[in-house]
Protein backbone atom coordinates (compact mmCIF):
# COMPACT_ATOMS: atom_id res chain seq x y z
CA UNK A 1 0.00 0.00 0.00
CA UNK A 2 1.43 3.47 -0.73
CA UNK A 3 2.07 5.70 2.08
CA UNK A 4 2.66 9.49 1.39
CA UNK A 5 4.08 11.58 3.90
CA UNK A 6 4.32 15.08 4.09
CA UNK A 7 6.61 17.46 6.01
CA UNK A 8 8.18 20.82 5.98
CA UNK A 9 5.63 23.05 7.60
CA UNK A 10 5.65 24.92 10.48
CA UNK A 11 5.26 28.90 12.00
CA UNK A 12 6.31 31.29 10.05
CA UNK A 13 5.20 35.26 9.57
CA UNK A 14 3.77 36.84 7.30
CA UNK A 15 5.75 37.03 4.28
CA UNK A 16 7.47 34.29 5.48
CA UNK A 17 8.73 30.94 3.44
CA UNK A 18 8.56 27.59 3.38
CA UNK A 19 9.16 24.74 1.41
CA UNK A 20 7.28 21.36 1.92
CA UNK A 21 8.28 17.79 0.87
CA UNK A 22 5.81 14.78 0.30
CA UNK A 23 7.37 11.46 -0.04
CA UNK A 24 5.73 8.63 -1.75
CA UNK A 25 6.61 4.80 -0.53
CA UNK A 26 6.26 3.30 -4.25
CA UNK A 27 7.22 5.06 -7.75
CA UNK A 28 3.60 6.75 -7.97
CA UNK A 29 4.70 10.37 -9.00
CA UNK A 30 6.55 9.25 -12.14
CA UNK A 31 2.96 8.09 -13.64
CA UNK A 32 0.41 10.24 -12.09
CA UNK A 33 -0.07 13.93 -11.95
CA UNK A 34 0.78 15.31 -8.44
CA UNK A 35 -1.23 17.85 -6.60
CA UNK A 36 -1.34 19.65 -3.10
CA UNK A 37 -4.13 20.28 -1.13
CA UNK A 38 -4.83 22.26 1.68
CA UNK A 39 -7.75 22.61 4.64
CA UNK A 40 -7.71 25.01 6.72
CA UNK A 41 -10.06 24.86 9.93
CA UNK A 42 -13.68 24.78 9.30
CA UNK A 43 -13.13 24.42 5.25
CA UNK A 44 -12.84 21.96 2.57
CA UNK A 45 -10.06 20.62 1.47
CA UNK A 46 -8.73 22.03 -2.10
CA UNK A 47 -6.50 21.77 -4.75
CA UNK A 48 -3.72 24.87 -4.25
CA UNK A 49 -0.81 23.02 -6.81
CA UNK A 50 -0.85 20.38 -9.58
CA UNK A 51 1.59 19.63 -12.23
CA UNK A 52 1.31 16.71 -14.62
CA UNK A 53 4.08 14.03 -16.07
CA UNK A 54 5.11 16.08 -18.75
CA UNK A 55 5.54 18.92 -16.28
CA UNK A 56 2.58 21.39 -16.70
CA UNK A 57 2.29 23.28 -13.80
CA UNK A 58 -1.23 24.83 -12.32
CA UNK A 59 -2.25 27.00 -9.46
CA UNK A 60 -5.19 28.37 -7.55
CA UNK A 61 -5.50 31.61 -8.24
CA UNK A 62 -5.14 32.78 -4.32
CA UNK A 63 -1.26 31.06 -4.39
CA UNK A 64 -0.53 31.71 -8.15
CA UNK A 65 2.55 33.58 -8.13
CA UNK A 66 3.65 32.54 -4.76
CA UNK A 67 3.82 29.25 -4.91
CA UNK A 68 5.84 26.44 -7.14
CA UNK A 69 5.20 22.94 -7.38
CA UNK A 70 8.07 20.88 -8.42
CA UNK A 71 8.80 17.02 -8.52
CA UNK A 72 11.53 14.30 -8.93
CA UNK A 73 10.71 11.29 -9.98
CA UNK A 74 13.92 9.68 -9.04
CA UNK A 75 13.28 11.03 -5.61
CA UNK A 76 9.83 9.97 -5.05
CA UNK A 77 9.25 12.76 -4.38
CA UNK A 78 6.78 16.46 -4.35
CA UNK A 79 7.59 19.76 -3.12
CA UNK A 80 5.97 22.68 -2.43
CA UNK A 81 8.01 26.26 -2.46
CA UNK A 82 5.75 28.61 -0.50
CA UNK A 83 6.46 32.39 -0.67
CA UNK A 84 5.57 35.42 0.81
CA UNK A 85 2.89 33.83 2.69
CA UNK A 86 0.17 35.22 4.01
CA UNK A 87 -2.16 34.09 7.31
CA UNK A 88 -5.08 32.89 4.56
CA UNK A 89 -2.14 29.89 4.11
CA UNK A 90 -2.58 28.51 7.77
CA UNK A 91 -3.90 25.11 6.55
CA UNK A 92 -3.04 21.12 7.08
CA UNK A 93 -1.18 20.61 3.51
CA UNK A 94 -1.20 17.18 1.71
CA UNK A 95 -0.19 15.83 -0.97
CA UNK A 96 -1.82 13.10 -3.50
CA UNK A 97 -2.09 12.49 -7.00
CA UNK A 98 -4.52 14.04 -9.29
CA UNK A 99 -7.27 12.95 -9.87
CA UNK A 100 -6.90 11.70 -6.18
CA UNK A 101 -6.03 7.85 -6.03
CA UNK A 102 -4.29 7.32 -2.55
CA UNK A 103 -4.99 7.29 1.05
CA UNK A 104 -4.44 10.59 2.62
CA UNK A 105 -1.08 10.95 5.01
CA UNK A 106 -0.90 12.85 7.80
CA UNK A 107 -0.14 16.39 6.21
CA UNK A 108 2.13 18.84 7.80
CA UNK A 109 0.90 21.53 9.27
CA UNK A 110 1.59 25.44 8.18
CA UNK A 111 0.69 28.27 10.30
CA UNK A 112 1.27 31.61 9.45
CA UNK A 113 1.05 34.15 12.19
CA UNK A 114 3.01 37.23 13.48
Known amino acids: QVQLVESGGGLVQPGGSLRLSCAAS????????VGWYRQAPGKQRELVAS???????GYADSVKGRFTISRDNAKNTAYLEMNSLKPDDTAVYYC????????WGQGTQVTVSS
Open 96 to 103: NTRPITYS
Open 26 to 33: GSIFRLNA
Open 51 to 57: ITTGGSR
